[in-house]
């Protein structure tokens, strides 16, 4: 009788089984990591540029901006509290210390320091706008910025301008020179639009050395839409509001050796007296030029024509042209668009026999086709 024995399967504990182990890690908890937009020692920072600090593998958990004097530069903190951004502007040639701490992930505390120094502009530039403040401007207004310095880089100073519209309209800008940009729609506004221009330029550059004065901020509004529609030919304006037909007015353009120049013209000012002077415009005395005082004079360009009260050529409004360029009118219709104007109604010559309106002169931006406007004419 044969009797034989063996070990059991693997794995069922016999004496044959095999022994293994395994051993696992993790890697240790980092420190925080924390970083700013400012490189220490860092110079010519821009101040209109908001500062951050920014952490990682952490958060921040306290921060101080200070200048030279120790005053504090306000900021916000992220919620995550990863970043923390300057609310406030920094000034001109100015040396800040940046004191960013933070907490890790292994729970250590960790202070980063720097220092910076904001840049010294060759010189500053403020700038004005029209509309002005909270006024109401007719539908052929274009909105106007006018830098009293040169500007090198007008796509930087075009992206420091930024134009909100109720309802949403598309515009573009056109330079007119080196200091003077426009914007507008299309087409004319539709009244009842909101206007809000913010114009961020401080602590910014717009080229060669050139920084930002100061911020500005404005809102206006488009009012009725008034349009003058005056013929040469048939002698007469007339006034449509919102399309419809106001008022029908005898005129008398320029004669045939001052031929009022057609296109759309915008109002801009108006005076219930003033002297007219041709020397401003660059007719002299003894050249057939004029020193003559006027009722009622509501300006349609820089080069000198208005509509005004001429009662002297009430006899030729409505049969000839003699004036010098202006839309001479009676003293009662004078009276009336005096009135009843706003900056930025439009009026629209034809059949004067003059040349075309310069789009430079006065806000003659109406002239200038889309199709080239959107250009920019930088």
């Known amino acids: 009788m044969v009797t034989s024995c063996s070990s059991g399967p693997a794995g069922d504990g016999g004496a044959g089984a095999a022994e293994s182990t395994s ?22 920072v821009p101040p209109g540029v908001p500062v951050t600090a920014t952490a990682a593998d952490g958060k921040i958990t306290d921060v101080k901006l200070t200048n030279a004097e120790g005053k504090v530069v306000a900021g916000q903190l992220s919620p995550d509290g990863l970043q923390w ?3 406030e502007p920094l000034g001109y040639d100015k040396t800040y210390t940046f004191a960013v701490t933070g907490a890790g992930a ?7 320091t720097s220092t910076f120094t904001t840049v010294k502009p060759r010189t500053l530039t403020f700038l004005s706008i029209t509309p002005l403040q909270d006024q109401v401007v007719g539908i052929g207004q274009p909105l106007a910025f006018y830098f009293d310095e040169p500007v090198a880089d007008k796509a930087a100073a075009e992206a420091m301008i ?8 598309e515009g573009a800008f056109y330079w007119f020179d080196e200091d003077t940009v426009h914007w507008r729609p299309q087409h004319f506004w539709t009244p009842g639009t909101k206007i809000t ?5 401080y602590g910014k550059h717009v080229g060669n050395g050139v920084y930002g004065e100061e911020d500005r901020h404005i809102t206006a509004s488009i009012g009725d839409a008034v349009v003058h529609e005056a013929d040469g030919a048939s002698h007469q304006v007339v006034t449509k509001v919102n399309g419809q037909v ?14 009022t120049p057609v296109g759309t013209y915008v109002l801009t000012e108006k005076h219930d007296h003033m002297v007219m002077d041709s020397r401003t415009y660059g007719l002299s005395l003894d050249a057939g030029g004029y020193v003559t005082p006027v009722d ?5 360009s820089n080069s000198g024509i208005f509509f005004h009260s001429a009662p002297w050529s009430v006899g030729d409004q409505g049969y000839r042209n003699v004036s010098h360029g202006c839309l001479n009118l009676s003293p009662e219709n004078a009276k009336w668009v005096f009135d009843n104007a706003k900056p930025g109604d439009v009026v629209v010559v034809t059949n004067s026999g003059g040349p075309v309106l310069q789009p430079w002169d006065g806000f003659g931006d109406w002239q200038v086709p889309w199709e080239q406007w959107v250009k920019g004419n930088r």
């Open 296 to 300: 009622w004079a509501v300006r349609m």
């Open 106 to 112: 292994d729970g250590q505390s960790v202070t980063k």
């Open 85 to 87: 951004t300057s609310t």
């Open 197 to 201: 221009i913010d114009a961020r330029i």
């Open 246 to 259: 106001v008022r029908t007015m005898p005129t008398s353009m320029g004669d045939a050796q001052n031929p």
């Open 23 to 44: 051993t696992s890690s993790t890697p240790p908890p980092k420190p925080v990591a924390l970083s700013t937009s400012t490189a220490d020692a860092a110079v010519d």
């Open 162 to 169: 930024s134009i909100t519209t109720e309802p949403k309209v």
